[in-house]
T-cell receptor, first 113, second 115 residues
Framework: AQSVTQPDIHITVSEGASLELRCNYS??????LFWYVQSPGQGLQLLLK??????LVQGIKGFEAEFKRSQSSFNLRKPSVHWSDAAEYFC???????????FGTGTRLQVFP | GAVVSQHPSWVICKSGTSVKIECRSL??????MFWYRQFPKQSLMLMAT?????????EQGVEKDKFLINHASLTLSTLTVTSAHPEDSSFYIC???????????FGDGTRLSIL
């Protein structure tokens, strides 16, 4: 079955600390992988995407993610978190044409000053 | 670039009325648009996919007669919740993408509350 697992429901970090959000997927075909961020009461903003090529992907707002095929993972990282990064983060996987995205259940990030 | 505008952002209406939500791609041509529903503290559930000029494709379990989707142009899709009831209250989010393997870009969502 196709699925996306985000094991951490809620993560709390101090401002300036490093961050890693985990994402594991199960997908039958070549996966196209995405990370989105959602602020309260708003839609989703695309942080980064992986289609092919370099497995370390750079995104907006200083985020990066690494695709590891052997581990079926696409973890999101940021070296130094800012208070404005507090939000809900969703990992998603989809087919070539990016239709039928499968979303994880999300990880809520809380940042303490 | 790739801005999707969704309107209204919040609507409250009485049970039995119909509500229309608009989704517009402002700076690109959206060959495909998507409608999602999100319950509190949960992930997004795809309701339907629509291609410009074609009938929408609904996901299993989504009532197409209750959730009418129209994608009449390359920049506009509408979702009409017909004869809305309290159980239809939710956060509805649209997304749009250009042709090819382009990522989906999301609107800011519409919070629908049916009294």
């Amino acid at each position: 079955a196709q699925s996306v697992t985000q094991p951490d429901i809620h993560i709390t970090v101090s401002e300036g600390a490093s961050l890693e959000l985990r994402c594991n997927y199960s997908y039958g075909a070549t996966p196209y992988l995405f990370w989105y961020v959602q602020s309260p009461g708003q839609g989703l903003q695309l942080l980064l995407k992986y289609f092919s090529g370099d497995t370390l992907v750079q995104g907006i707002k200083g985020f990066e993610a690494e695709f590891k095929r052997s581990q079926s993972s696409f973890n999101l990282r940021k070296p130094s978190v800012h208070w404005s990064d507090a939000a809900e983060y969703f990992c998603a996987v989809g087919p070539y044409n990016t239709d039928k995205l499968i979303f994880g259940t999300g990880t809520r990030l809380q940042v303490f000053p | 670039g790739a801005v999707v505008s969704q309107h209204p952002s919040w609507v409250i209406c009485k049970s039995g009325t119909s509500v229309k939500i608009e989704c517009r791609s402002l700076d690109f041509q959206a060959t495909t648009m998507f409608w999602y529903r999100q319950f509190p503290k949960q992930s997004l559930m795809l309701m339907a996919t629509s291609n410009e000029g074609s009938k929408a494709t609904y996901e299993q379990g989504v009532e197409k007669d209750k959730f009418l989707i129209n994608h009449a142009s390359l920049t506009l899709s509408t979702l009409t919740v017909t004869s809305a009831h309290p159980e239809d209250s939710s956060f509805y989010i649209c997304s749009a993408r250009e042709a090819g393997n382009q990522p989906q870009h999301f609107g800011d969502g519409t919070r629908l509350s049916i009294l």
